[in-house]
T-cell receptor
Framework: AQSVTQPDIHITVSEGASLELRCNYSYGATPYLFWYVQSPGQGLQLLLKYFSGDTLVQGIKGFEAEFKRSQSSFNLRKPSVHWSDAAEYFCAVAPNGGATNTLIFGTGTLLAVQP | DAGVIQSPRHEVTEMGQEVTLRCKPISGHNSLFWYRQTMMRGLELLIYFNNNVPIDDSGMPEDRFSAKMPNASFSTLKIQPSEPRDSAVYFC???????????FGAGTRLSVL
């Protein structure tokens, strides 16, 4: 079945430490890929997106993500986490290059940041 | 741009009452999406519109739910009658074009007592 998997439900990191949030998808064709962030009581904000080309994409707030076709992954990274990064992070996929006009969301990873 | 605007931000109602949630998409966007978020089920797509026309409503849980988009700048999601299990945060999102970059509103937190 087509799916988006975020294997880590909850992650805790120390402020200043590096971060990597995992995302795997199971679709045949190369999909469009997105990461969103949701702060408490807020809507989802787009962090970054991948459509084609360079597999390392830069986003807002110092985040980046790398598309690896061989692993069907699109992991989110940040070299140094700030306390304000504590939030829930969602990976999303538009299957078939966006042909269906919908997004499939992962279940989210809740990030806690320790001082 | 003001972004996607949802109202109300919070709604508390009693079981059996009608609830109407409202959404104003980003000006110029041609697709609009309604989602429901709960702890148990995560983020679920309820229905989406292209150019004001409903395209896929397979996510609408029951006939108690209905959605309309009378024009390009306004959409409603109605629940009648409401039930406690409808308690959730409802998000509206809009996008433009094939790249489907969706922009979300701040959501409506619905509590049905």
């Amino acid at each position: 079945a087509q799916s988006v998997t975020q294997p880590d439900i909850h992650i805790t990191v120390s402020e200043g430490a590096s971060l990597e949030l995992r995302c795997n998808y199971s679709y045949g064709a190369t999909p469009y890929l997105f990461w969103y962030v949701q702060s408490p009581g807020q809507g989802l904000q787009l962090l970054l997106k991948y459509f084609s080309g360079d597999t390392l994409v830069q986003g807002i707030k110092g985040f980046e993500a790398e598309f690896k076709r061989s692993q069907s992954s699109f992991n989110l990274r940040k070299p140094s986490v700030h306390w304000s990064d504590a939030a829930e992070y969602f990976c999303a996929v538009a299957p078939n290059g966006g042909a269906t006009n919908t997004l499939i969301f992962g279940t989210g990873t809740l990030l806690a940041v320790q001082p | 741009d003001a972004g996607v605007i949802q109202s109300p931000r919070h709604e508390v109602t009693e079981m059996g009452q009608e609830v109407t949630l409202r959404c104003k998409p980003i000006s110029g966007h041609n697709s609009l999406f309604w989602y429901r978020q709960t702890m148990m089920r995560g983020l679920e797509l309820l229905i989406y519109f292209n150019n004001n026309v409903p395209i896929d409503d397979s996510g609408m849980p029951e006939d108690r739910f209905s959605a309309k988009m009378p024009n390009a700048s306004f959409s409603t999601l109605k629940i009648q009658p409401s039930e406690p299990r409808d308690s959730a945060v409802y998000f509206c999102a809009s996008s433009l074009g094939a790249k489907n970059i969706q922009y979300f509103g701040a959501g409506t937190r619905l509590s049905v007592l």
